[in-house]
């Protein structure tokens, strides 16, 4: 079997190697994936010392992501946009390569396990992290109609507008707080780390019709706090991060192994895990 493995730390809870177990199953794959944990710090050692002895390919979660882009000897152009990397492999010459392939999840989650149209929508995403920041090209390359950046610290927000103001091609982008967006959007994205600590960033509850769609790129077994009060303020159609974190491990699987796995079938798995 060829190995591949998670980095992170904490460690404990990750589902990636349940995840890319059922890949490698379903698809005949020889992939063991197992779980590390990097001291903090420690992780560019951990990395040096997987490959050195064969590993084939890492996935990188917190808090090493940015770490990862700075370690890779080359990076993908998605990787380069995102200034953090979830997936490191070294190509034929042994250099180490880093891509990002949390933005292609979430666009795949979106818009083909959950059918929505994200050309000519108008998208608000919630938060300016590190998170934000790996998800917005994939997103903007959709052709979305407009993209509004609200985050707590606005100058973050105006930070990341005019870094993809190039890629922002015919959307309007804008950055704004959090209490600034008054009317309706079709597409609205918590990218936010507030549920952590049981908060919710302070939009205007008109933000949200019947028709607009929540999605919150956390992900947990009860419905999150920010899906639940958008449901709270007239939301019909609510989405947690599961779907974005099964299809970011497919793409990554992709990358490494040349081979796409079915996702539908493991979102099953884990959501009734
Ligand atoms: P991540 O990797 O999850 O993106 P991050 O880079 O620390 O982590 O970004 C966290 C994001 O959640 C930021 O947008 C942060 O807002 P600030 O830029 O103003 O710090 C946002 N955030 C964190 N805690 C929050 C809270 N309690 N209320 C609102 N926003 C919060």
Known sequence: NELYAVVGHPINHSKSPRIHSLFAKQTGEPVEYTAIQAPLDGFANTVRQFFESGGKGLNVTVPFKEQAWELADQRTARAEKAGAANTLYQ???GRLVADNTDGQGLVQDLTVNHGIQLKGANILVL???????GVLGPLLAQKPASMTIANRTVAKAEALATLFAEDAGATILSACGFEAPDQPFDVIINGTSASLQGDLPPVRTNVITAGTVVYDMMYSLQTTTFNQ??????AVRVFDGLGMLIEQAAESFRV????????ASVIDVLRND
């Open 256 to 263: 490494w192994r040349g081979v796409q796995p079915d996702t």
């Open 91 to 93: 190509n034929s010459e």
């Open 229 to 234: 009060w958008a449901l709270d303020n007239g």
């Open 127 to 133: 938060g300016a992290g590190g998170a934000v920041r």
